[in-house]
């Protein structure tokens, strides 16, 4: 099957998609982007997506392209074009088409790229076992609250990560502090049983991921701690898990090569990972 993306009104074969050279999203990576999960067919959390758009936006300064509704329509029916039902849908929105000048163009007119592709699910052993993650400075900008396409520290940290053999890059700031993952958010259980990740800020993306997992751990009545916490708390911790709308949760058991406790998936994080993807069941049968 051929794959469908929608540039700008019209699907086109992706092979056959194309945005203008002078497009800001390609001058200066002066756009936003959203990633949402497709489970059986239907967007997972896709208002609170939506809504994490339209802040993002608003930090820009960038119009919307069209309603929420409209938006909504476009990506239903990019899912359904590609056949996708378990993947993800990928939505990005540029700042337009202008001659390239560092300073916003006067009537600029939102660029909408759509794409979506199922995802084969994630191999059996890194739930098992867990994956391996490094660490890298946090070399990025003060806004990282924005979902910008902005993205070569986050590139350059997962290079890190692949060249080393692992799955994600944890980013630690100048202070040893750790931030989030290059494209996920951070999570550990201390030593007595806390749940622990760090609360909204300039320093990292409100993962939507993130959102849905403080809620399931409040239900779930696990204790739960909203703070920063060191490297060494990581490293110290009885589990360490990352979480983003490709990942769900993931045990991570290893930190530049040593294990983390005693290198297996923690019993909270396989709990949480378990009841997100109920999460996630739901929404799909409530759509059905
Ligand atoms: N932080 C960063 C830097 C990310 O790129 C992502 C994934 N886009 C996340 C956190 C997790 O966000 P979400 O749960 O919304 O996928």
Redesign the pocket.
């Known amino acids: 099957m051929s794959r469908i993306a929608y540039v700008n009104g019209r699907y086109v074969p992706h092979s056959q998609a194309r945005v203008h050279i002078d497009d800001r999203g390609y001058q200066f990576a002066d756009g936003i982007y959203e990633?949402c999960a497709v489970c059986d067919g239907t967007m997972v959390d896709d208002d609170p997506h939506l809504d994490r758009l339209d802040r993002s936006l608003r930090e820009m300064r960038m119009e919307a392209p069209m309603s929420r509704a409209a938006l909504k329509v476009v990506m239903y029916e990019t899912i359904r074009r590609n056949l996708v039902k378990d993947g993800i849908v990928y939505l990005q929105l540029t700042r337009g088409v202008a001659p390239r000048d560092h300073a916003f163009p006067k009537n600029p007119k939102t660029q909408v790229v759509v794409t979506a592709r199922n995802v084969k699910p994630h191999p059996a052993a890194y739930v098992e076992e867990g994956v391996k993650a490094v660490t890298a400075p946090d070399i990025r900008w003060g806004r990282c609250d924005i979902k910008t396409i902005s993205l070569l520290p986050?590139c350059i940290a997962k290079q890190a990560a692949r060249e080393n053999g692992a799955y994600e890059a944890i980013l630690v700031d100048e202070k040893g502090v750790v931030t989030?993952?290059?494209?996920?958010?951070a999570w550990i259980v201390t030593q007595d049983g806390k749940l622990v990740t760090r609360a909204p800020s300039n320093e990292?993306?409100n993962?939507?991921?993130?959102l849905a997992i403080i809620e399931i751990a409040r239900r779930e009545g696990v204790p739960f701690e909203e703070r920063a916490f060191t490297l060494e708390e990581m490293r110290r911790a009885r589990e360490a898990f990352v979480?983003?709308?490709s990942s769900f949760a993931m045990p991570v058991t290893q930190l530049d090569d040593k294990p983390i406790a005693n290198g297996k998936p923690g019993t909270i994080a396989l709990r949480i990972r378990e009841a997100y993807f109920r999460h996630m069941a739901a929404q799909a049968e409530a759509a059905a």
Do not use: D, F, P
């Not at 989030?180 to 958010?185: C, P």
């Not at 993962?207 to 993130?210: K, Q, V, Y």
């Open positions: 990633v986050n989030e993952g290059s494209s996920s958010n990292i993306l993962g939507i991921t993130r979480t983003s709308a």
